[in-house]
């Protein structure tokens, strides 16, 4: 008899790695959900950043809570608050003697010019907008409460809320969560056989019509009876005297599980509306890598009458605009030489990064702009090749904050919350950048000009060294722990970015970079580039105290890119439109309203428009 070879012992390693890896699957989405992983393309990199301020009416220092959140800017609703009096800290910052009150504005004649729009109908008539449903006094409350932990979501989730297409679905599900509450206790009594079979057989019949049903549509036509006949069933067990303990026990499980699963949908929802926001869309970056492409094939494009000796000469009107978006870069300029009756001695220099610079030159090489010249900065580069000495060498966009006010010594009053648009680190570079010019206009690229700006030119700053939209409903006192110990008017006003005037000789003649520097040392806590980003806020405000020259608040709208239920006068009549907040015009989420004012200055006849189907 032949001896046989005992079996070969199977290996426990490959069923382990093979069930680590099934358990890793399950992990991947649920990361996601909780924002674990960025974007794939980033469009901006201009999440909003979100400050906790705790207002207090009294006197004492305010406990202030500032997570590295998402959102920021500003509505103009909410009336200024008094603020106490605080005894100002001596700062430890050096500055150039103090710049006393703002001077007197003198506004220069401004000649209205029509933006060229060209409707289907050949008319200007206005275009009827619903005038928006005004909430309740809880609703308000419930959206800051929604905006506090979801931003912006919130906003967009309540105008785009659909119409419920199953609401006698959720009528059959209430009606069998109460009779599976009731059954149990009706089961046990005495007497109630007939009972306890009628329950039983409507919660069978519930089960089964809900097992095939979604919506309302996909009901049966006799349902509107089951629904009574439950509703008798379920009045009748009411009616019988049970331990309310367990039905209890059972409703609260019931709400619980509902609550979790409403705030988990919730959450879920608030992730994908950010990750629409905070991606760059396909066909953006197809059209990115064409150009890009395009720009190192072409070699015919530059020319021998290129405008670069316009670049440095400083009397020409000089307008500065950080980008990383191809289009949103072509609109602003667009709209601005659009709307100037005078564009020979115009130029615009746009600051961008290394992986767009190709893209966003090769563009700009393609299309000219009336007379105007058009200078593509690769901001890394000139940071790092001249500028060695400043550790700053990524190019950071314009910084938004979501600001939430609440009173912990009156919690009656209402909480606000204010949204503020502020200068980037990389804006305190533009005078070094820009060693030989006096003055330029500092332009964010979510805005476009509707009317001529050559009025700014002309304005007497005197010792001010920035012009800007001050925004009265956030004042100094009320971020005073954000401030820390240095010197600063509580009373004094927040200001906006978006369009801003800014003289750079007294610029650099009140050291405005080197107090920044200082600043940044005092403000930054850690080296990770949330802390970086949330020390802009502060800085920002600090480093130009006493040096705003507060321009006319006509001049430019904001919150386009978060409010709703602006009207449409007041839109077509302001000078500039601020599309500050995450719903940018040139995504799908943006406001449908106020898309078309940005869409009118984007460039229809652009090939690579055509072939990377962009149709924002």
Request: with cysteine; hydrophobic share 40%.
């Amino acid at each position: 008899m032949k001896a046989t070879a005992p079996p070969a012992k199977r290996r426990r390693g490959p069923r382990l790695a093979v069930l680590a890896l099934v358990f890793c699957s399950l992990l991947v989405p649920i990361a996601f959900l909780f924002n674990r992983f960025p974007a794939v393309y980033v469009t901006d990199e201009r999440p909003e950043q979100e400050v906790i301020l705790p207002e207090r009416h009294s006197g004492g220092v305010n406990e202030m809570k500032q997570p590295g959140g998402s959102d920021a800017k500003p509505e103009t609703q909410d009336a200024p608050e008094k603020i106490p009096k605080i005894d100002n800290v001596p700062s430890r910052v050096i500055t150039k003697p103090e710049v006393l009150s703002p001077p007197a504005i003198e506004r220069a004649k401004q000649i209205p010019v029509p933006v060229p729009v060209q409707h289907k109908n050949g008319s200007s008539a206005n275009v009827n907008i619903r005038p928006p449903r005004v909430p309740s006094a809880d609703e308000l409350e419930k959206a800051k409460a929604c905006q506090l932990e979801f931003g912006s979501y919130c906003l967009w989730s309540i105008e785009h809320k659909e119409v419920m297409k199953d609401a006698i679905v959720k009528i059959l599900k209430d009606q069998l969560f109460v009779a599976r509450s009731y059954y149990p206790s009706i089961a046990k009594l005495k007497g109630k056989e007939a009972l306890t079979r009628e329950l039983k057989q409507n919660i069978q019949e519930h089960e089964r019509v809900l097992s095939e049903s979604i919506v309302d549509a996909d009901l049966p036509s006799f349902m509107k009876k089951k629904i009574e006949k439950m509703h008798q069933a379920i009045a009748r067990a009411k009616s019988c005297t049970v331990d309310c303990n367990n039905v209890d026990k059972k409703l609260r499980q019931i709400l619980h599980m509902t609550d979790d699963e409403a705030h988990f949908h919730m959450k879920q929802s608030a992730y994908l509306y950010n990750l629409g926001v905070h991606t760059m869309p396909k066909s953006h970056h197809c059209l990115n890598m064409r150009l890009t492409v395009e720009y190192f094939k072409s070699t015919t494009l530059d020319s021998d009458d290129s405008p670069v000796h316009k670049f440095n000469v400083p009397d020409n009107r000089h307008y500065v605009i950080l980008s990383k978006n191809v289009l949103a870069a072509s609109v602003i300029i667009n709209s601005s030489v659009s709307s100037s009756e005078e564009t020979r001695n115009v130029v615009f220099h746009v600051l961008t990064d290394a992986q767009n610079f190709y893209a966003m030159r090769h563009w700009f090489l393609r299309n000219t702009y009336r007379e105007s010249a058009v200078n593509v900065i690769n901001y890394e580069h000139i940071i790092l090749e001249n500028l060695p000495e400043f550790s700053m060498q990524q190019l950071y966009m314009p910084e938004e904050f979501r600001v939430f006010i609440s009173s912990f010594e009156r919690p009656t009053e209402k909480s606000r919350m204010e949204y503020l648009s502020v200068f980037s680190h990389s804006h305190f570079f533009i005078p070094e950048i820009f060693k030989d010019l006096k003055k330029v206009i500092v332009l964010d690229d979510d805005v476009i000009v509707q009317r001529d700006l050559s009025f700014l030119w002309n304005l007497d700053m005197g010792d001010k060294v920035n012009a800007a939209v001050k925004f009265c409903g956030l004042r100094m006192g009320q971020l005073r722990n954000l401030l820390g110990e240095a010197t600063y008017d509580p009373q004094s006003c927040a200001w906006m970015s978006g369009l801003n005037v800014i003289n750079l000789e007294k610029w650099r003649e009140y050291n405005v970079t080197e107090n920044y520097l200082q600043l940044l040392e005092k403000f930054r806590n850690n080296d990770d580039e949330a802390s970086l980003r949330a020390a802009a806020l502060p800085i920002s405000f600090l480093s130009f105290q006493n040096l705003i020259y507060p321009l006319d608040e006509r001049l430019t709208l904001s919150g386009l890119g978060y409010q709703y239920g602006i009207e449409e006068e007041i839109i077509r009549t302001s000078t500039s439109l601020h599309y500050n907040g995450n719903m940018k015009p040139w995504l799908e989420l943006g406001i449908p309203n106020y898309r078309k004012y940005w869409k009118r200055f984007l460039a229809r006849d652009e090939r690579f428009m055509d072939e990377c189907n962009v149709s924002p």
